[in-house]
């Protein structure tokens, strides 16, 4: 697994050199060497990883060569790091500018840090030769093909993936549902051929199931020919083509075209359209990998019009969504088995000669747990239930078990097949992928990650690609979505307009990380109790405890470029001072949700720091340091004690993200308070996100210094006054790339005008919290708009009429006396609008509902609605409507919709949800009307 670590320090390597004007003297061609025997190395890592990792590889010395080329890298690393921190501790002074350090390079005597530095790297070009030279005895296969000796297969092993293909009827488990949908898919709907895939991670069952729809009679009895073939990674479209035709002809009785065996792709192509042409056909790709695998096959298998039918099974979403290029596609998202159906199958396995297959009582919890960490993934309950099967039904013996999983996960024979078919998904991953899902093995277990924190984490551990034509962000955003695709990371919590926010992986594929974190060095984590020998390379730490004695190792190592405290207890003073002043390399310091309770003031020392959270902390202050962390590009204060900023702040030119809010329910206007700012904020010019600033800490002055940040997607701005209204529009005006803007003005009653912003082009989200004398002119012209939320802005004017032909609005808030008349109209439109809030709005008695508004409607929230009586007869018409809350409504309203004898009850009879809390007396009762939706 050196491939990880030394494509990354090629890459570093490769920076550096684009960035030459910084090389001293021989400094260059040493580096030059260097790259150019890593490329040479590189080309045969995947035949060197895969035989260093083949458990039954006897050649303990290519395990070794690995082991040296990954230190090796690393060492590369942390040069390319010190040179630059010299670099730049050299040019701040002006007497020692580049060309003076360039003339006296050749007697580096005087200068010791670049002698040993350079010593160093020269030591590193002769030890790369070396290990370069090295690798010729093990006959490496490189990724052209150029050297015959590396084989292609990786170890015999056997493949659950068959045994899938003989399961008898009576072992499925849980398949009914999607059986039943794919039999359908195949046997209705239009004549043309229709592409029919099967999505979802390695053993979810995926070939377990495709063979039992392939199996039924119903099925096969309305085709004229089936087929069922196994893809896998590595294939040739000329074997696929001639297995198919062979199938065909071996279940008609039909005799193969006598050159078959000679013919070449072309041939092959046109004799299986010539066979398929008056067919109606089903064919199943088992196991298909590469996007561009349809390229071929759909040229083989033509669209006859007699109601053909593909089904492709893969982890990919990717290769389905491949077909829509030229086929009708259906993608059946398998899921994992509910809780029940996977209790079902662990007994089945695990009691199959004992108890009838029934779990004794004293096995109850214990077999719950371990059905639990499969997570409804059904080749890992078959593997674990097949493991227990074999083991006496004692709790002593099964205690073993389940206190050591992982441990059996890792050497149990009877688990080897389940862990090589997971790591199959990551295997198959190119090498930047790999760091980027490696990084979910940092967080604890059934941890949810944001998706925002994890995307800046991999820039600033510098894993995501610059394409210089798209944002490092967006990138990042398309790896995560690759990963997802790939069945590899699950999405926990979605938008409403179905962007992902967190993220986990599957608890099993986490076990499975965690050791190639280890085997890698990328990661070691240190948690209570924990009686591991400290990995000196070990380059990133997940910390789990507070213990002197665990703390204390780690700050004895200075590989460490990345830390992360999953321990809320509050951290020793000497850990503190010691760790900050000895970790210069650091990239990544994370103390999200501990209880930090201030930053040392040596934080400046960390040059190469590019990610620091101090979200949900109580740090109070930022020390004046951080003006020297040039390298920064997120600094997150959210939900910290910081009110103050120093001015220091404004020279981090690389910043990208300062979030800075605070929630704080004593803060009337909207339960959140902002941070104050020196002057100079417009140095920050590649800003994306500064959310919230409070504006009257600065006034004009930092109004007209935001105009110079054209970088900004997302900008909170708190305490706005009506006096800045021209000059306000004038910078947010220059803002092309803003996303989302948040404006609070600093008391309810103060006017926000916006009515000189003319277009803001790439705006999604837009919350305005003041008094508005108009709605902006510039809302209808929104065309990307996907929320908006308006507050105190006493509008008299229905705001409806300017908003229902917003193309992509999802989420609308009228809330706290936004609007002030009686009644709100809601004519056609809305087309996409999903969520809808109306909350406290004093006079609002009336509300109409147009025949075709709010066609998408999935839930609505009203809330302090005192003269509001009933509710329009138009709801019933909101057939998406799934979820109502109601709170503090009034008693006739509560009373109108009364499942016993409510005169407006029918209106909500289709929500399958409603919510109504209401007062009674100085308490508050809850209820729910409940109608189950039919399946």
Same mark, same amino acid.
């Given at each position: ?607 190469? !720091?590019?990610? +620091?959270? =101090?979200?949900? *902390?109580? &740090?109070? #202050?930022? /020390?004046?340091? @951080?003006? $020297? %962390?040039?390298? !920064?590009?997120? +600094?997150? =204060?959210?939900? *910290?004690? &910081?009110? #103050?900023? /120093?001015?220091? @702040?404004? $020279? %981090?030119?690389? !910043?990208?993200? +300062? ?277």
């Amino acid at each position: 697994m050196a491939e990880i670590v030394v494509s990354f320090a090629l890459e570093q390597v490769v920076q550096l050199l684009h960035e030459e004007a910084t090389l001293i003297g021989g400094v260059h061609k040493e580096f030059v060497e260097i790259k150019n025997e890593l490329q040479i190395i590189q080309n045969f890592l995947k035949d060197a990883d895969r035989r260093a990792s083949d458990e039954e590889n006897l050649e303990n010395g290519i395990k070794i060569w690995v082991k040296k080329l990954r230190e090796l890298s690393f060492r590369i690393e942390d040069v390319i790091a010190e040179y630059n921190i010299y670099v730049a501790h050299e040019t701040n002074h002006p007497h020692r500018c580049i060309a003076l350090l360039q003339k006296i390079f050749h007697s580096v005597k005087t200068l010791m840090p670049l002698r040993q530095l350079a010593y160093e790297i020269q030591d590193i070009k002769s030890s790369v030769h070396n290990i370069k030279e090295g690798s010729k005895s093990y006959n490496f296969q490189s990724e052209d093909g150029s050297s015959s000796a590396g084989r292609n297969q990786s170890g015999k092993w056997h493949d659950p993936r068959l045994v899938s293909l003989f399961i008898e009827e009576s072992e499925v488990v849980g398949f009914e549902k999607p059986t039943e949908q794919l039999v359908g898919w195949l046997m209705n709907g239009a004549t043309a051929r229709t592409v029919i895939s099967v999505v979802g991670m390695g053993g979810l069952g995926k070939t377990t199931l495709a063979k039992k729809v392939f199996d039924s009679q119903q099925v096969k009895g309305h085709f004229d020919c089936c087929a069922f073939i196994i893809v896998s990674q590595s294939y040739a479209i000329e074997s696929l083509l001639k297995s198919l035709l062979n199938k065909f002809c071996e279940e008609t009785k039909e005799l193969l075209p006598q050159d078959i065996k000679t013919m070449d792709k072309m041939s092959l192509i046109t004799a299986a359209r010539h066979y398929l042409q008056n067919k109606r056909y089903v064919i199943f790709f088992d196991d298909v990998w590469k996007l561009d695998f349809w390229d071929e096959i759909q040229l083989a298998t033509l669209n006859n019009n007699k109601g053909s039918r593909i089904v492709i099974t893969t982890r990919n979403l990717d290769v389905a969504n491949y077909c829509k290029k030229d086929s009708h596609v259906q993608v059946h998202k398998l899921q994992p088995l509910s809780p029940n159906k996977a209790w079902e199958l662990f007994c089945k396995k695990a009691f199959q000669t004992d108890f009838s297959g029934n779990c004794p009582l004293e096995l109850k919890d214990m077999s719950n747990e371990i059905v639990k960490k499969c997570e409804g993934l059904p080749l890992a309950i078959v593997a674990i239930g097949g493991l227990m099967s074999t083991k006496d039904k004692t709790v002593f013996e099964w205690s073993k078990i389940c206190q050591n999983l992982s441990v059996e996960l890792e050497r149990n024979p009877h688990l080897t097949s389940l862990t090589r078919i997971l790591c199959l998904s990551y295997d198959d991953l190119p090498y930047y992928l790999k760091s980027c899902i490696l990084y979910f093995g940092i967080y604890p277990e059934d941890y949810s990650i944001r998706c925002t924190r994890l995307v800046r984490q991999w820039i600033a551990e510098g894993f995501v690609i610059n394409q210089e034509v798209k944002p490092l962000e967006e990138v990042a955003r398309e790896y995560l979505l690759e990963l997802i695709h790939r069945s590899l990371v699950q999405v926990s919590k979605v938008d409403y307009d179905g962007k992902a926010l967190s993220c986990r992986i599957h608890d099993l594929l986490r076990e499975i990380i965690i050791r190639k974190m280890k085997d890698l060095s990328f990661c070691r984590v240190v948690y209570e109790g924990d009686q591991q020998s400290f990995d000196a390379t070990a380059r990133r730490l997940a910390v789990a405890t507070t213990s002197n004695d665990a703390l204390r190792s780690i700050t004895q190592h200075t590989s460490i470029r990345s830390m992360f405290m999953f321990e809320a207890s509050e951290l020793p003073d000497h850990f503190m001072k010691s760790f900050f002043s000895k970790s210069k390399l650091v990239k990544v310091l994370d103390f999200e949700g501990t209880s930090l309770n201030y930053v040392p003031y040596d934080l400046g020392s960390i040059f190469h !720091l590019r990610y +620091l959270s =101090l979200r949900k *902390t109580n &740090v109070k #202050d930022i /020390p004046k340091s @951080i003006g $020297k %962390l040039h390298n !920064l590009e997120t +600094l997150d =204060l959210k939900e *910290t004690l &910081v009110r #103050d900023l /120093p001015s220091e @702040i404004n $020279k %981090l030119t690389k !910043l990208r993200h +300062l979030l800075v809010y605070h929630r704080d329910t004593s803060y009337s206007i909207n339960g959140e308070t902002g941070v104050r700012l020196k002057e100079n904020i417009g140095n920050l010019t590649f800003l994306q996100k500064l959310y919230h600033v409070e504006a009257d800490h600065g006034g004009f002055n930092l109004i007209t210094e935001l105009r110079k940040l054209r970088q900004l997607r997302k900008l909170g701005l708190k305490n706005v006054k009506m006096e800045y209204g021209n000059i306000l529009c004038d910078s947010i005006q220059e803002m092309n790339c803003l996303e989302t803007l948040y404006i609070c003005s600093i008391t309810e009653d103060e006017t926000i005008d916006l009515q000189f912003i003319s277009s803001l082009p790439q705006l999604r989200r837009l919350h305005l919290f003041g008094r508005l004398e108009k709605f902006p002119n510039c809302i209808p012209r929104l065309e990307y708009l996907v929320r908006l939320s308006i507050r105190f802005s006493k509008l008299k004017d229905d705001p409806l009429k300017s908003l229902k032909d917003l193309p992509n609005l999802m989420r609308l808030s009228i809330s706290g006396e936004a609007y002030v008349g009686e009644k709100l109209h809601f004519e056609v439109g809305f087309q996409k609008l999903k969520r809808l809030f109306l909350m406290n709005l004093s006079k609002l008695s009336f509300i109409v509902l147009d025949n075709g508004t709010l066609p998408a409607l999935e839930r609505v929230n009203m809330m302090g609605l005192p003269q509001l009586k009933e509710l329009p007869p138009g709801f019933h018409l909101l057939q998406n409507l799934e979820n109502m809350y109601l709170t503090d409504m009034s008693n006739e309203f509560n009373k109108s919709i009364d499942p016993n004898d409510g005169p407006m009850y029918w209106v909500i009879q289709h929500v399958q949800m409603v919510s109504i809390r209401e007062k009674v007396g100085p308490n508050y009762r809850y209820r729910t009307i409940c109608h189950p939706k039919e399946v």
